[in-house]
């Protein structure tokens, strides 16, 4: 499996997106589209940006009943996006059921990622709200190893994680990893970072990166540096 950096389009409409996307100069970086994007701008964004020659990650997130998930991620498989996500909190019916809707006719289907807790969920706030009383990050591998068992391709999580969800789930099973920054630039509210060419030593098979290239001053020469760093 080959390692790729993703670019988060975190802006609010078509035209910072495509404005963003002319920056680049010819290259045409794999894209994660998320729910502001896509709540304001619906599918025509995500089959313009297909169009223009980029992958697309749609960051919807979905958690549902079984039926219902199986029925969605099939409207998004045809959308032709490359790789969509779930709640793997939805359950181990529903991730499989996602993985149904979500294989065309000919047998493709984009890869279908789980996020296990969301960086925003603290211990405390695990047990005292979710009324979960383990270790978060025994959860978090819980949950990585259910969605591998439901047949999903990958989780989101810190590259600090990706050694040991390989360990539990297999090197094949992808990680996809948010909070990366380079070793000179500001670190934003990202709690724990780490440099592409660090997570590249972690083993992450995909970063995630956002306003380290939306809001550099040559948006193209820093998606260059990332992927000289991850890729090399
Ligand atoms: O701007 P920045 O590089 O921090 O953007 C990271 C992207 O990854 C954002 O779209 C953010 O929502 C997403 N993300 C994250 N941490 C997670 C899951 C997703 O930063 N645990």
Redesign the pocket.
């Known amino acids: 499996m080959s390692k790729d950096v993703i670019i988060?389009l975190?802006l609010d409409s078509r035209s910072r997106a495509l404005a963003f996307l002319d920056s680049l100069s010819g290259e045409k970086p794999f894209i994660?589209i998320?729910m502001e994007l896509y709540f304001a701008e619906g599918p025509a964004i995500v089959r313009e940006i297909k169009a223009r020659g980029h992958k697309v990650f749609l960051?919807l997130k979905l958690h549902d009943i079984p039926n219902t998930v199986k029925r969605s991620m099939s409207r998004l498989a045809e959308l032709d996006v490359d790789m969509v996500n779930l709640h793997a909190a939805g359950g181990t019916a529903m991730m499989e059921a996602a993985l149904e809707g979500l294989t065309r006719p000919d047998g493709t289907r984009p890869l279908l990622i789980a996020?296990t807790q969301?960086?925003s969920i603290s211990q405390e706030r695990m047990e005292r709200e979710l009324l979960i009383e383990k270790p978060l990050d025994q959860v978090v591998m819980h949950y990585a190893k259910c969605a591998a068992g439901a047949g999903l391709d990958g989780v989101?999580?810190?590259p600090l994680e990706a050694g040991k969800v390989h360990g539990a789930c297999g090197g094949g099973f992808l990680t996809i990893t948010?909070?990366?920054?380079f070793a000179d630039g500001e670190t934003?509210?990202?709690a724990r970072v780490t440099t592409p060419a660090r997570a590249r030593e972690l083993g992450s098979d995909y970063i995630?990166?956002?306003?380290?290239?939306?809001q550099a001053a040559d948006p193209a020469a820093a998606y260059r540096r990332c992927v000289a760093e991850f890729v090399g």
């Open positions: 988060a975190d994660k998320g960051d996020v969301l960086t989101v999580c810190s948010p909070g990366v920054r934003g509210d990202q995630v990166v956002g306003r380290p290239i939306l």
